[in-house]
């Protein structure tokens, strides 16, 4: 079974999967690991999509690192 990318715990090690979604509970997480200023961007979307993070941490790492 997939993970709900709308109800279930998302933390820094909740794994990517084929299904994964932009729910407002992802943007919520990534709002509290990468602060106020965080939003979706075509440049993280597309990082995302190439199946280079493998979780959660890595997507907030990523956006972090590019915002330096």
């Known amino acids: ?3 709900d990318w709308h109800a ?3 933390t820094r090690s909740t794994p990517l999967d ?3 979604r932009n729910t407002q509970k992802v943007r ?3 709002v509290n690991e990468c602060g106020k200023a965080f939003k ?3 440049a993280l979307m597309a990082w995302i999509k190439s199946g280079a993070p493998s979780n959660m941490g890595d997507v907030a ?3 972090m ?3 330096r």
Do not use: C
Request: aromatic share 24%; proline share 5%.
């Open 1 to 3: 079974m997939s993970f």
């Open 8 to 10: 279930g715990p998302i």
């Open 40 to 42: 979706f961007d075509r």
């Open 28 to 30: 919520q997480f990534l």
């Open 18 to 20: 084929k299904n994964y």
């Open 61 to 63: 790492d990523e956006w």
């Open 65 to 67: 690192r590019t915002r």
